[in-house]
């Protein structure tokens, strides 16, 4: 662990001391493009439940436009 923790200053040093405006956006592009790539989303069992319901409301048509909804939140603000 102590190596990463090697690595990862130095890369910090470097990208602080740089005034390289295209290798910064190369390094943030490469930053950008692994993270997208191999981040996956773990859901707990209660968020996959929701997602459950959110589909079947959906498919059983209860469902309430964003109009409808923006008119609810300002008589419950009121």
């Known amino acids: ?15 602080l001391a740089t005034k390289n405006e295209k290798l910064l956006t190369a390094i943030s592009n490469i930053f950008e493009s692994t993270q997208s790539e191999n981040q996956k989303i773990i859901l707990e069992s209660e968020q996959i439940e929701m997602l459950q319901l959110s589909d079947k409301d959906i ?20």
């Open 59 to 78: 498919l059983e048509g209860n469902l309430i436009s964003e109009s409808d909804l923006n008119k609810l939140d300002q008589e419950w603000l009121a």
């Open 1 to 15: 662990m102590a190596a990463i923790n090697t690595i990862k200053n130095n890369l910090i040093d470097r990208i």
